[in-house]
Nanobody, 124 residues
Framework: QVQLVESGGGLVQAGGSLRLSCAASGRSFSRNVMGWFRQAPGKEREFVAAIGSSGGSTMYADSIKGRFTISRDNAKNTVYLQMNSLKPEDTAVYYC?????????????????WGQGTQVTVSS
């Protein structure tokens, strides 16, 4: 079992920055692929970024590439999402997800555990 708790969301003006954190407990964090997804009202949950177990492999959605950075600290069992140059269209609930094994992937159905989400609101 893996428990994931997100934090760091909030209200920010367009052009601002936020850093999301996801603290994991349970099964060995360092072996998990970790991902961030987001869901805006009335829309499907979409992939944002993912990182491999050692941190050496990352993937990003085209919509956030160059603005967001995913990273992880296996000693702290935590994955981060640094979000810069935020836009109103980035407004969503952001979810952390864990994939117990395998490659870094973008399909949400390949992730086994999910956090409760943290709200990010970007005002124009």
């Amino acid at each position: 079992q893996v428990q994931l708790v997100e934090s760091g969301g909030g209200l920010v003006q367009a052009g601002g920055s936020l850093r999301l954190s996801c603290a994991a407990s349970g099964r060995s964090f360092s072996r998990n692929v970790m991902g961030w997804f987001r869901q805006a009202p009335g829309k499907e949950r979409e992939f944002v970024a993912a990182i491999g177990s050692s941190g050496g492999s990352t993937m990003y959605a085209d919509s956030i590439k160059g603005r967001f950075t995913i990273s992880r600290d296996n000693a702290k069992n935590t994955v981060y999402l640094q979000m810069n140059s935020l836009k109103p269209e980035d407004t969503a609930v952001y979810y952390c997800a864990a994939r117990l094994a395998g490659l870094v992937v973008t399909n949400r159905y390949d992730y086994n555990y999910w956090g409760q989400g943290t709200q990010v609101t970007v005002s124009s």
